[in-house]
């Protein structure tokens, strides 16, 4: 076999001259496609902007498929997302309540002492007597049983 | 016959938590059974929400280092009633304080300081750092945040103490938990006699004003009582002393204790506040004048 300059054959010259043709190729065809991708891409976006396959017109069958779907979806995540029940109106604010009283004070009719004491008076005055009984004696009131202040 | 004449009330009382416990019915037969069931509650809440014993659920919380921690139903109330507060005061009723008390010397049950505290400030973090979780029953705190549920706690817990003993003695029964006063039940004619005052722990006697409640609760907040221990969630420090004492009564002794407290810390801003929510009230000013407001009487009033 024909031995040419550095020592290889012809054929092997022809042989690596053919892959050398098909790397370039191979590169070429890879950018093209690219090139190509791109192109179309930005053709696309520019001729029917803001569609996409979310867009697409769905047929009625498949339509009520998906309405199956989110319906058995919904009821089997109701009990995790119930809503917590409506506060009552005493947790949203202070609630006031009866305002106190005057503390109490009883009044009752003249003690036995007071009646016999009185029956002397009458003795003497059966006007003022008279009068005297039928006033109500004010006595003390009923002992508080619980002081509220400061702790 | 009814004589028109209240009968007069059994009362029983004891030393809890720094002050005094009383409890009072109608029946004498049934003091015993409403005593037992207020002191269940009051162990109930102690174990749950004191900061002076180490081994209560709420020091175990705060020593969590911002970790969560499951709690029981009463602490979880109890802080849910506090965040509450919070909320509807606009953070005026803090239980993020905790800090800030331990830093004015403040976080140790009254009578029991040996020595003077060293005082100083500390910034409350705030109530919306506290994440709890009332269906998980878990709290967690940021590293560092410790709470205090003193303002609300005791108040919840004579309201509660009020509802056990109605309910294991039957009739009218009265509760007061160191100056938070909860009633439950039938109450009688002309209502439970109540001495409003500036401590809990002084007389019958002292000067101050009797009233009557018939349903919900009374509370007082002072700062009187042991020194200025009411602290302003957005100083730090303690309130302004417009007021020396604030008494309310509400639906609740919890809403009561809530008020009294925040309007200690509102200030001369209290009495606008409290009448635009027809809450009665009883204000002594820091000089000893005292203002009613939302029907509270003035009869009786011995502070003019």
């Not at chain 1, 009185?118 to 005055?125: E, H, I, L």
């Amino acid at each position: 076999m024909p031995r040419i300059g550095d020592g290889r054959s012809a054929a092997q010259l022809e042989r690596d001259s053919a892959l050398h043709r098909i790397g370039l190729t191979r590169r070429f065809a890879i950018g093209a496609a690219a090139a190509l991708t791109a192109g179309i891409a930005v053709l696309v976006s520019a001729v029917a902007p803001g569609r996409t396959l979310g867009a697409t017109q769905y047929s009625a069958a498949y339509k009520a498929a998906y309405q199956r779907y989110l319906a058995a979806r919904a009821s089997a995540t109701t009990p995790s997302t119930k809503m917590p029940p409506l506060a009552s109106p005493s947790s949203l604010g202070l609630v006031a309540g009866a305002a106190p009283q005057p503390a109490p004070t009883q009044s009752q009719g003249p003690s036995a002492s007071q009646q016999a004491q009185a029956q002397a008076q009458a003795q003497a005055a059966a006007a003022q007597a008279a009068a005297a009984q039928a006033a109500p004696v004010q006595v003390a009131a009923p002992p508080p049983v619980v002081v509220s202040g400061g702790s | 016959v009814s004589t028109g004449l209240a009968a007069a009330p059994i009362t029983s009382a004891w030393s809890v938590w720094g002050g005094t416990a009383v409890v009072a019915v109608l029946n004498r037969d049934r003091l015993e059974l409403a005593r037992s069931a207020v002191e269940e509650t009051i162990e109930a809440f102690d174990r749950a929400c004191s900061t002076f014993r180490a081994d209560s659920e709420l020091s175990r919380v705060n020593a969590a280092g911002g970790a969560a921690v499951a709690i029981g139903p009463v602490l979880r109330d109890a802080v849910a009633a506090a965040l509450r507060a919070a909320a509807v005061t606009d953070g005026d009723v803090d239980p993020t304080v905790g800090g800030a008390l331990v830093a004015l010397g403040l976080d140790r049950e009254f009578g029991s300081a040996s020595s003077p505290p060293t005082v100083s400030f500390a910034v409350v973090p705030g109530w919306r750092s506290v994440a709890l979780d009332p269906r998980a029953g878990t709290i967690r705190l940021a590293p560092g945040v410790r709470l205090d549920l003193g303002a609300t706690a005791k108040a919840l817990a004579a309201d509660r103490a009020a509802a056990a003993a109605h309910e294991a003695a039957g009739g009218g029964v009265l509760v007061g938990l160191g100056g938070d006063v909860a009633v439950a039940g039938a109450a009688p004619a002309g209502g439970w006699p109540v001495r409003v005052t500036d401590d809990h722990r002084s007389g019958l006697d002292a000067r101050g004003q009797s009233i009557a409640i018939a349903d919900g609760g009374l509370a007082t907040s002072s700062i009187v009582a042991r020194g200025h221990h009411i602290v302003d969630p957005r100083t730090g420090a303690p309130a302004s002393d417009v007021w020396r004492t604030v008494s309310v009564t509400a639906a609740s002794c919890l809403d009561a204790n809530i008020a009294s407290t925040a309007a200690l810390i509102r200030g001369g801003a209290a009495v606008a506040w409290l009448s635009s929510l027809g809450l009665a009230a009883r204000l002594v000013s820091a000089d000893g004048r005292a203002t009613h407001v939302g029907g509270w009487p003035a009869d009786g009033e011995e502070l003019v």
